[in-house]
């Protein structure tokens, strides 16, 4: 939301002309700020040959093809340069962007994103090496909402050459990667389906051979269709509300489930019939919708987190004769993650509590210590380090050590605006985007 506000000094009878920029970053309140010049960039070129080696490159290390990373995890894989987080990172190139909150994927040494252009929600590919349009696949719909504001949500997928991507109407398109011609779309909502008050936000989960996507309904809240066709395979009897978090992979209990969410619970399914294997109260005070992924603990343990004074639990899911079982184990008001979903590494849960960055011992749930605030950002862990792009438009780079909060660095690599996007590191290069523009740094160490 843009005002144009005229300010009056009384001491030098001027008048002050300007353009004010508000919006809601995740808390209670808006931010208000002043439209700022647009600043200069300086650009730097990588080492000869760096880039074009790693988007030749085939193997995984190269890719970062789903929300939140290769494993949906928001785990960043070795990036087979040496980085010194202390230094400001070289700009590669910067490109200007419609607005949503889409994350980032890279495929093939393209990226791909989901933002608004006037009345068409768009699924863009773009060249890795200089940000350039490759091509675009437009549909005539618009999502928009006093607090979240305009775009789509979702983030694209890539597999097997193709791009699928769920529209905020619920339209699941299956696109050629390469050329972005349209292979099918298929409609996953029912005619009375009610929207999530701030949009379809789920990504869509591609698995064994199929999409799977959970906008929640009344006569199915989770469908299955066909990667190759886009055939229907299964809908599931799991019925509720949609929420905001995406279907996830996860072996428990010895068995590889697609674990979802409804408006106050959630559900283990088995991945090729959509059977229920187990549900799991989850009831959120004011919203009562789960934004943040669950993260698996263990075998048999997942995590799951909320805000609005929520809190964690982790929840033991187990088999017997009779089938499977959920028991809490703990629960704990150190991690109430609103937007972030939160990072597990080596027995420790690192996540925001509210806005503040938190550890807390995976087992007990106790906490180990509470650090500054980035506000409502996104979280990798890139081996033993935290990076995290907050809610602003900043980096910060935080150890990722139980012992004790210490900040590397912090530095502000964004316009100073509202971010919810989901960046992505690959070879040393990080590719992070708001709701207009998108930028690449280089982060490795000269």
């Known amino acids: 939301m843009r005002l144009i506000s005229a300010v009056l000094c009384a001491t030098t009878g001027l008048v002050f002309i300007g353009c004010v920029h508000i919006e809601w970053r995740g808390g209670m309140t808006p931010s208000l700020q002043w439209q700022k010049r647009e600043e200069s960039h300086t650009y730097v070129k990588p080492e000869a040959g760096r880039l074009s080696d790693l988007l030749e490159n085939n193997s995984s290390s190269a890719e970062w093809p789903d929300f939140r990373g290769p494993t949906r995890r928001g785990i960043a894989r070795s990036q087979g340069v040496p980085i010194d ?64 504001g305009i775009g789509p949500r979702s983030s694209p997928v890539a597999a097997q050459g193709k791009i699928y991507a769920l529209h905020s109407n619920g339209t699941l398109s299956c696109l050629q990667a390469s050329t972005g011609d349209l292979i099918w779309e298929r409609e996953t909502l029912e005619p009375e389906y009610e929207h999530p008050h701030w949009g379809l936000a789920c990504s869509p989960l ?37 929420v905001y978090l995406s279907p996830s992979a996860m072996k428990l209990a010895g068995r590889l489930q697609v674990v979802v969410a409804v408006e106050g619970k959630l559900a283990g399914l088995e991945p090729s019939t ?48 009779q089938g499977f079982t959920t028991q809490r184990i703990w629960k704990s008001k150190n991690l109430k993650t609103k937007f972030s979903s939160p990072i597990f590494r080596n027995g420790y849960v690192y996540g925001f509590n509210e806005s503040s ?83 690449c740094y280089d982060y490795k160490a000269r």
């Open 357 to 439: 960055l938190t550890c807390i011992e995976a087992q007990t749930g106790g906490l180990m210590w509470r650090g500054e605030k980035y506000g409502y950002g996104r979280i990798l862990l890139v081996e033993d380090k935290l990076l995290i792009l907050g809610n602003t438009g900043a980096v910060s780079v935080v150890e990722a050590n139980p012992n004790g909060f210490v900040e590397v660095s912090s530095r502000q690599l964004l316009k100073k605006e509202r971010c919810w996007n989901g960046p992505l590191l690959v070879g040393g290069f990080l590719v992070l985007r708001n709701g207009s523009e998108i930028r």
């Open 206 to 242: 591609v698995l064994n051979g199929m999409v799977i996507v959970s906008p929640g309904g009344a006569a199915g809240a989770v469908k299955s269709f066909d990667a190759e066709t886009g055939r229907p395979a299964w809908v599931s009897k799991l019925k509720g509300n949609g």
């Open 274 to 321: 959509g059977e229920t294997l187990w549900e799991h109260p989850w009831k959120i005070f004011m919203v009562n919708t789960q934004i943040t992924q669950p993260l698996e603990l263990s075998e048999d343990v997942l995590l799951v987190s909320a805000g609005y004074g929520k809190g964690a639990e982790a929840v033991r899911i187990e088999k017997d004769t």
């Open 85 to 148: 987080w202390r230094k400001k990172p070289n700009l590669i190139w910067r490109r200007e962007i419609g607005p949503g909150h889409s994350s980032l994927i890279l495929a093939s040494g393209r990226l791909y994103t989901m933002e608004q252009e006037g009345d068409f929600e768009t699924l863009t590919c773009r060249s890795m090496r200089d940000g350039g349009v490759v091509w675009k696949y437009r549909k005539p719909t618009k999502l928009k909402d006093s607090m979240g």
